[in-house]
């Protein structure tokens, strides 16, 4: 069997270079092109590649997806900022194009994949639930797309059981202390040098309290994920959302 072909676009930053190496030293995958952000998304296609890895920056994913999906190259993205809309719009494309699989990963770290599945175990048996995401300064976006997940997996399991809203009796809050929120749940960003990525999950009820918590120390904390999800993608066409539907 021959090697799979990949393109790394955004082979250039922290999260790509890393990327690039850990793909040239996996058997049976060849890395036939890597893109900056000023090279051409015609080099994906015309370097002959079946699956692109897209790690670039939240305002130019959802355009790089649309074109590789576009010319039927299966797509691993760990690019942040998929919104409803976005989501939405790459799901109606992908129908355009039903062989071709997609996957959008909040986080490829196994721990972090973990502490969301654990975090939906958790929620339908606590009152209160908050989201904690910590990341380096260089971050883009806030909050970070692991904590959205976080939080909208822990609201539909809520949901799901029938909880009432998180209680909170908060009256004032004029300086956002008290954080985003997404789907009733609150998410609180912190940016500090010296840190790379982490989340705490919060559950709390009258007479107890649990705390799920991830960290990731180094970005090659990620490449086995995203090794996995290129072995992967070329036989789950249409669009997923997680790494954990992968595992």
């Not at 904590?147 to 822990?154: F, P």
Request: net charge negative; glycine share 8%.
């Amino acid at each position: 069997m021959s090697n799979i072909r990949v393109a790394v676009l955004g082979a250039q930053g922290r999260m790509g270079s890393h990327a690039v190496r850990a793909l040239e030293a996996a058997d049976g995958i060849d890395v036939v092109a890597t893109l900056g952000s000023s090279d051409s998304l015609e080099q994906v296609v015309e370097s002959g590649a079946q699956i692109a890895v897209e790690l670039t920056v939240p305002r130019a994913t959802e355009d790089n997806v649309r074109f590789l999906v576009s010319h039927d190259i299966h797509t691993v993205v760990g690019t942040t900022g998929w919104d409803d809309d976005r989501l939405s719009r790459l799901e109606d494309l992908c129908a355009e194009h039903p062989k071709v699989g997609v996957l959008i990963a909040p986080n490829f770290s196994i721990g972090a994949v973990l502490a969301m599945q654990f975090a939906e175990m958790a929620a339908p048996y606590f009152d209160s639930a908050e989201v904690i995401e910590i990341h380096h300064t260089r971050k883009l976006d806030a909050p970070s797309g692991t904590a959205v997940s976080t939080a909208k997996r822990i609201a539909a399991q809520r949901a799901q059981a029938g909880l009432p809203p998180v209680p909170d009796a908060t009256e004032t809050d004029p300086h956002g202390a008290r954080g985003a929120v997404i789907d009733g749940i609150h998410v609180h960003a912190v940016r500090q040098l010296g840190m790379n990525a982490s989340e705490e999950i919060h559950f709390g009820s009258a007479h107890e309290a649990l705390t799920i918590r991830t960290d990731s120390h180094s970005t090659v904390a990620f490449m086995p994920g995203i090794v996995t999800a290129v072995n992967t993608v070329a036989d789950r066409p249409g669009l997923t959302v997680g790494l954990e539907k992968y595992l």
